[in-house]
């Protein structure tokens, strides 16, 4: 099976399972993202394995990244009482105490590591778990964001193809352009468009056109930023799970990056909308 043939079914079953996970409801998203989580977790903290002065058990700091997704998504699922999301911050407190322990040349190194990837992996995908809960639309905005970063990812890359001559960030990411950038962020509107008409009433048209104008910048930008983390760590993949495309990091960078703009922007439309419906006389 040659690599496009690869890429394609795994990113076809990947696109599947995603969107049927949040679509199905509130477990299989926890369920979908959980195992998410892990992976991303295991992959972030196995990329200094080789790093000299970087010594982080991936093993520990997987299960303390699982152990807040867990409180968290189990908390705002109203599985466990809200109360319990007060507990990470011990948790997370108490979790620096191991480098007392460890006695390792450079303990900040590895407690900074090792928080980072709660911030970067753990949050963005507990994000998207709150965001399809909230969601009481027709058509969910956590799916909704999902289609409007893959059709970026896939225009970006099919216009930087055709027409792409100018570099945009060439030290960090050779091959992307800025005419790449600007194809990927036009079809991106006006696919947001088609979703406000054809899935919503007409009246998220501004919720959607804004959400592209997020997603573009935002899902470029995660792009770059995972690159960077393997290129000043001189690695290619992030891992191997999803073959032809990588590792989950490898697959999620935008998403990552992307969600905690797109939240926001998500709850400040609600409010300002009902905001307005409610004095709406």
């Not at 991303?40 to 299960?63: C, D, M, P, R």
């Not at 995908?125 to 909704?144: C, T, W």
């Not at 991106?188 to 406000?196: D, P």
């Not at 709850?267 to 307005?276: A, K, T």
Request: proline share 3%; hydrophobic share 55%.
């Amino acid at each position: 099976m040659n690599n496009i043939t690869q890429r394609a079914i795994t990113g076809s079953l990947f696109v599947f399972l995603v969107i049927a996970s949040l679509w199905y409801g509130d477990v299989s998203t926890v369920i979908l993202f959980g195992i998410f989580t892990i992976f991303g977790l295991i992959e972030f903290y196995q990329l200094f394995n080789q790093h000299e002065s970087v010594k982080v058990s991936w093993k520990f700091a997987t299960a303390v990244g699982f152990l807040v997704f867990s409180i968290l998504s189990a908390s705002f699922m109203d599985w466990i009482p809200l109360i319990f999301i007060f507990f990470l911050f011990p948790i997370l407190f108490l979790n620096m105490l191991i480098e007392l322990w460890k006695k390792e040349d450079q303990p900040i190194y590895n407690i900074a590591i090792q928080m980072l990837g709660i911030v970067y992996i753990v949050f963005p995908f507990y994000l998207m778990v709150e965001l399809n809960k909230q969601s009481s639309h027709d058509f969910p905005r956590a799916i909704g964001m999902f289609l409007l970063i893959w059709t970026n990812d896939t225009f970006a890359f099919l216009s930087g193809k055709f027409f792409g001559k100018t570099k945009l960030f060439e030290r960090i990411s050779p091959k992307k352009t800025w005419e790449g950038t600007v194809g990927g962020g036009v079809l991106t509107i006006i696919v947001a468009i088609l979703l406000a008409f054809f899935y919503n009433d007409k009246q998220d048209l501004g919720f959607w056109v804004g959400a592209a104008i997020i997603v573009v910048p935002s899902a470029v930008l995660g792009d770059l930023l995972e690159s960077l983390f393997k290129r000043n760590l001189n690695i290619k993949d992030s891992g191997k799970f999803l073959p032809g495309h990588g590792g989950i990091l490898d697959r999620f960078d935008a998403a990552l990056f992307t969600v905690p703009f797109y939240y926001c922007w998500s709850l400040f439309y609600s409010y300002y909308y009902n905001s307005i419906t409610l004095f709406d006389f």
